[in-house]
């Protein structure tokens, strides 16, 4: 397993165990628990094996292994909702499959080798000779494993499926699986294909206009959306594509002659994508888990009804106002680190108007992010005088979550602030995966 597959099965690892201690208290009085549990650790199994696969064939056997394992996660309470959210999941999953599929095919016809090698295994002579085909050979790889990472206009799946499934899956399902998608982008474009001959191509120009669109799309339908589980679906659409666009700024020129092998492009793009995949998945995680805690407490879906709840669970709702802070980008969270890099890599690159656009819209992104998760955190904490002359009776009795829901979240949140507060060593780590 090289540095970037250890990455993101150390975050899988992270995030499933985390997920499965919540589960423990979660599903306690829950039907069909074994069968969660089996289906649950069949995923984690799986997208280990495709952090470690060394070839696209294995990845691609080990991508579509975990779909398989993680459907049942979503149908799990069997309900017609939760069937058909199950089927929807599958259908997008396949149909990005195919394309992806017919990018591996492609590349098999081009590539000296399906193996993973930093700089890719397409010789410039096949690039002169194919250029057309393997442009939208790309553009294939990109459209078919960005299904999966929620990438407009084949994100609806996610949206849902992760609000229907448990809350444990859920967590999982938004802060680790669709990394995956994110993963096979990188391992196709980056190690295969080569992403020497895309920079200003419209490969890259349209990546860019697509990931864009889900940042801004994702957070403007958060901002609307009642239900607390579904809002932070369409979140974990946006947040998805800052890391997208990350990858898409950061097309460039591989120097295999220089005395340390690196890519010549804007590394600080790059290097923000990787350590927003890295905030991302904690503050999901935290993220999702908390909004299972308060639901299974209180059976309350909208945010709206749970005006107070910051007065009954104050714990719970500090770790779920430090992991929005996080996703907002504010200092000292790891959100921020990551926001940084991807705005200063955009401004830094030479990409013409998105130079400019794309931190315009991470911004625009990020005032919609704080809108539609600190909302909670105030009527939370400040529910009003109305509320305290309804709740006449004890209004601030407080609702302990058990040790096994509260420990989790309280981990998840402390590694999303850890990366803001010690952020040299992730940087170096991340920025030596591209050398």
């Not at 719970?316 to 504010?330: F, K």
Request: hydrophobic letters at 50%.
């Amino acid at each position: 397993m090289d540095p970037l597959g250890a990455i993101f099965a150390m975050i899988t690892l992270t995030v499933f165990i985390c997920a499965g201690i919540f589960a423990l208290d979660y599903m306690r009085d829950k039907e069909h628990k074994k069968s969660f549990a089996v289906f649950f650790l069949l995923s984690m199994l799986t997208e280990i094996l495709l952090c470690a696969a060394s070839n696209l064939v294995t990845f691609y056997m080990c991508y579509e292994l975990l779909t398989l394992m993680s459907m049942p996660l979503v149908i799990h309470d069997r309900t017609g909702e939760a069937k058909m959210a199950a089927l929807k999941y599958m259908f997008f999953s396949l149909f990005g499959a195919y394309f992806a599929l017919f990018g591996i095919y492609n590349l098999s016809r081009f590539a000296g080798s399906l193996d993973f090698l930093m700089g890719g295994n397409v010789d410039a002579l096949t690039w002169e000779q194919n250029g057309t085909m393997l442009m939208i050979t790309a553009m294939s790889l990109i459209i078919g494993f960005g299904v999966k990472a929620g990438m407009w206009p084949m994100h609806s799946w996610l949206t849902s499926a992760h609000p229907i499934a448990p809350a444990p899956a859920s967590a999982v399902l938004s802060a680790s699986i669709v990394n995956a998608g994110v993963l096979g982008i990188i391992r196709s474009l980056w190690y295969v294909l080569g992403v020497t001959y895309l920079k200003g191509s419209p490969v890259q120009t349209a990546f860019m206009i697509l990931s864009l669109i889900t940042v801004f799309m994702g957070s403007l339908l958060a901002y609307r959306e009642p239900v607390l589980k579904k809002r932070l679906a369409y979140s974990t659409v946006s947040q998805i594509s800052y890391i997208l666009f990350g990858l898409a700024v950061s097309f460039g020129v591989y120097d295999s002659d220089s005395a340390i092998s690196a890519y010549v492009y804007s590394s600080d793009a790059l290097t923000g994508g990787i350590l927003h995949v890295i905030a991302h998945a904690f503050i999901k995680a935290a993220l999702f888990l908390t909004a299972g805690a308060i639901i299974h407490h209180t059976k309350a879906v909208r945010v709206e009804d749970m005006r107070g709840i910051g007065l009954k669970m104050p714990f719970i709702m500090i770790c779920y106002t430090i992991a929005s802070l996080g996703l907002i980008g504010i200092p000292p969270t790891g959100g921020f680190i990551s926001k940084w890099y991807l705005a200063t890599g955009a401004l830094s690159a030479d990409i013409k108007v998105f130079s400019y656009l794309g931190p315009v819209i991470l911004l625009i992104s990020a005032l919609l992010t704080a809108g539609y998760l600190l909302k909670l955190t105030i009527i939370g904490f400040f529910p009003g005088e109305e509320y305290r002359s309804v709740h006449h009776e004890d209004p601030d009795k407080e609702q302990r979550p058990g040790l096994l829901m509260a420990l989790p979240i309280a981990t998840l949140t402390l590694l999303s602030v850890i990366p803001g507060l010690w952020p040299e060593p992730i940087i170096e780590l991340v920025r030596r995966i591209f050398i």
